[in-house]
């Protein structure tokens, strides 16, 4: 059964360093991440999650689709 405090753990483990970037996530990989805890989202439920609740990650994607790439803003960090 999934748990809605699963989706944050997804989340991180999704996160990928990129030294011109720094942190920075997939939405392909943020739904791999949460079909192994049993959430079956969609792309596009992938991204508006992570614009309303990440709202420190920015999209850098060069290409139209739902498959985006957010990076990390501010040199912060993921909590």
């Known amino acids: 059964m999934p748990r809605r405090s699963d989706i944050i753990i997804a989340f991180k483990c999704a996160i ?6 720094g942190q920075i996530i997939s939405t392909r990989d943020f739904v791999s991440e949460l079909n192994k805890l049993n959430h079956f989202w969609s792309l596009r439920q992938a991204n508006e999650w992570i614009t309303y609740y990440r709202g420190s990650f920015r999209d850098y994607t060069d290409h139209e689709g739902e498959d985006k790439d957010y990076f990390l803003m501010n040199m912060g960090y993921v909590r």
């Open 16 to 21: 990928k360093f990129d030294p011109e970037r």
